[in-house]
């Protein structure tokens, strides 16, 4: 192993897999191992930390300040990568590549970027892709989106109708309650009641409890709405995972649906597209039929994804307003006046930004909170944040998060105690969420699950089979994709005894309608207790009542997307327990990812 490499793994700054990739390359490179390796290692610690590329320079002053390892000046050792032969330039195929931004990439993010921006582009480029006659459009939003002074909020989503209907791309972002799903039902409504031929419309998001939240939305939303039986039947009924659409592979990260054999779809929606992985957007994108409509909806003030990448925020990164060629068309299709942006860009003409909400009206607190997070406004989310968290003395705020646990989910213990139906059990559960920043640590979801055990276990029944680890009322959530059960990462379930099966603990999941006595316990790997879950796992979901809990310590995770997300998740209450110093720090510390798909598809500018 080169030597640098070896010291970075010994003072545990790298992983084993960074060390390990670094020194295959660097056997590759010859002379110039020790200066690939290192930049290896750069490209891989910055991508396990969510970013798409890392720029040279600043890999540069990682490398010789904060890892202490000798490199030539930044001139020289961009000359040496290129001399290399292992790092190539974009458009060439090689293991890293740097492009003419000074950005360093692994080959393969590399092309998934590229590749997602030509995507994307093209689809945006689409100037007119009518459903129907301008006239027969028009009428339709008249009758889905009237004009009402009292409503301005169904003004926006008569935007976003509009764009939607006259565009084979259209990107719809907003706040929780700014009418994003009754918006989405509405347009595909429209758009199958407009189109010549029945349409093969889907639904997705990128995790399970997102998905059946989808499909409840669909549901209550087309209860609500006046929608013709002969148009009804065209819509989803179901919402599925990204992944369940593309079809997995076993043992493979390709799908099987792909450009070579694309989805049999005329429209897709997507719900929680911020939550995407660019691996993943790419590859969802790659398997549209040419023809076929996308319709993004999500936050792009939440959480990137997990793993590396922000597409949605790379997406409303660009200019504001739309081109004026576009507005006049709108004027004349949707009888709307949109603001007008200096800028040519067709791109930006599929994008829609939702802003009023009906669920915070600001007024509130968590409204209030939310705003002020998201402005910076310091002052405010002081003033707002007095309310929410409790003394910081550590001894009383302990007390006071027992008390809230055991306050928050006494429904849910009746609910199991009393045998009640499975949709009342996971109804109870969902009054209440812990979130935590961290998984370890004492403000740690595996410790705050543990303290959370220890207060129900002994309220709730015991069962055939019950054990420490598995007893009825147990929340528990999968950790990774089981092909083989059809369960994903994300996933929820709770153990309760069967009734059919002699009163044996089985694992009920939310939303399966295809194992109605459950799962046995045996049969379910990877997967952790639910009561406390990160930030990130809680995105697609939402909650009556949330529980903040902050780390003790300074953490680079603690940012504003974090903060907002976590607020929003809130129906009702939050709580906050915690330095409330720390929560400060964090809201107006912004989350920064190195990615250069702004840049693809805006321009140097974005």
């Known amino acids: 192993m080169m030597a640098g490499v070896d010291r970075l793994l010994a003072s545990n700054k790298i992983g084993p897999f960074a060390a390990e990739l670094g020194d295959r390359l660097a056997r590759m490179a010859g002379a110039y191992g020790e200066w690939v390796a290192l930049a290896a290692v750069a490209v891989s610690e910055a991508t396990s930390a969510g970013n798409v590329c890392v720029d040279l320079g600043a890999a540069h002053a990682r490398i010789t300040g904060e890892w202490q390892q000798p490199l030539p000046a930044v001139d020289a050792w961009r000359a040496a990568l290129r001399e290399s032969g292992i790092v190539v330039r974009s458009g060439e195929y090689g293991p890293l590549v740097l492009d003419e931004a000074d950005q360093l990439y692994f080959y393969r993010y590399w092309h998934y970027e590229r590749s997602l921006a030509d995507a994307w582009l093209e689809r945006g480029m689409d100037d007119v892709a009518p459903v129907a006659t301008p006239e027969r459009v028009l009428d339709a939003l008249n009758r889905w989106f009237p004009f009402d002074a009292t409503a301005p909020m169904q003004d926006e989503q008569r935007i976003a109708a509009a764009i939607a209907l006259t565009k084979r791309f259209c990107v719809i972002t907003g706040g929780p309650g700014t009418g994003k799903t ?159 942006g200096d800028h040519d860009s067709a791109l930006a003409d599929a994008r829609v930004a939702l802003v009023r909400s009906h669920r915070f009206d600001n007024t509130g607190v968590v409204g209030a909170l939310s705003q002020a997070i998201l402005a910076g406004d310091e002052g405010g989310i002081r003033q707002h944040l007095a309310l929410l968290a409790p003394s910081p003395s550590r001894g009383h705020t302990a007390t006071q998060l027992d008390a809230a646990i055991l306050h928050g989910f006494a429904d849910y213990v009746e609910a199991v105690r009393a045998a009640r139906p499975l949709a009342m059990v996971f109804a109870a559960f969902h009054r209440l969420r812990i979130l935590c920043v961290h998984r370890k640590g004492m403000a740690g979801v595996e410790e705050l699950n543990r303290r959370v055990e220890a207060l129900l276990r002994p309220l709730l029944p015991n069962a055939i089979g019950s054990s420490r680890e598995w007893y009825p009322g147990r929340a528990i959530m999968m950790r990774r994709n089981d092909y083989g059960l059809d369960l994903f990462n994300g996933d929820l379930g709770i153990v309760l005894p069967d009734p059919a099966g002699g009163g044996a603990l089985r694992v009920f999941f939310e939303g399966d309608t295809t194992r109605a006595n459950g799962l046995a316990p045996s049969r379910v790997a990877e997967c952790e207790s639910a009561f406390a879950i990160t930030v990130h796992q809680s995105q697609g979901s939402e909650f009556v009542h949330v529980l903040i809990v902050l780390p003790g310590d300074r953490s680079p995770l603690l940012t504003r997307e974090l903060l907002y997300t976590a607020v929003t998740r809130a129906r009702n209450t939050v709580r906050v327990v915690g330095d409330a110093e720390a929560f400060v720090r964090g809201a107006l510390s912004p989350q920064q990812r190195t990615s250069g798909l702004a840049a693809k598809l805006w321009g140097r500018a974005a």
């Open 182 to 340: 009754t918006a989405a039902v509405c347009i595909l409504a429209m758009l199958a009641e407009l189109s010549a031929a029945p349409m093969r419309i889907a639904m997705a998001a990128p995790t399970g409890k997102a998905a059946l939240r989808l499909e409840a939305a669909m549901h209550d939303a087309r209860a609500r709405l006046n929608i013709a039986d002969s148009v009804a039947q065209l819509l989803p009924t179901a919402g599925q995972t990204i992944h369940r659409l593309l079809g997995p592979i076993r043992n493979s990260v390709r799908f099987r649906h792909d450009h070579k054999s694309p989805l049999p779809v005329d429209c897709l929606l997507v719900d929680e597209a911020s939550m995407v992985d660019l691996p993943l957007m790419t590859k969802l994108v790659r398997a549209l039929p040419p023809h076929a409509r996308l319709i993004l909806l999500g936050d792009h003030h939440q959480l990137a994804s997990v793993e590396a990448g922000a597409v949605m925020a790379s997406l409303m990164a660009g200019p504001r307003g739309y081109r004026r060629g576009f507005a006049e068309q709108m004027q004349q299709t949707a009888a709307m006046t949109l603001p007008v």
